[in-house]
């Protein structure tokens, strides 16, 4: 029988991103306040602040939407008590304490067009924590 000669195989391209933006960092730390706090910086490819995006949050268990105001064209320099600093030009705190549950959050501009994936992320009221997210532009 003839020898099986195995054909390279090509390999699948790389998908190219489907939004502007990419998550670029997911930091969070323990914290004694009951509320869900989340600072967000949303930056272009140089690190400088964009403003006039927003962070929509479904919260999964209940499927509730909260949407934040809209990012600023600045550091606001939030930071939440602790070692770290962490600074933003957007607050996304929808009402009501931290609980068990799972969250979906993205990017959108003020029209509502998404610019991100969904980043998911859990919370719960016995490791409270606040949370620090970066969306940069890959562009």
Partial sequence: APAVVAE???????????????????????????FLVMYVAIVDANEIPIGDLKIV???????????????TWYYEGYNAPGQVQKSGNLKFEPPGGIEATSWLLHLEDAQGNRLSDDVPFDTDPADKQWYFVKFR???
């Fill in 8 to 34: 390279p195989v090509s390999p699948l391209p790389t998908p190219a991103a489907q939004y502007d933006f990419l998550l670029n960092e997911f930091f969070n730390s323990p914290t004694t306040n009951s």
């Fill in 57 to 71: 949050g479904t919260r999964l268990d209940h499927n509730l939407t909260y949407e934040s105001p809209l990012s």
């Fill in 137 to 139: 532009r890959s562009y």
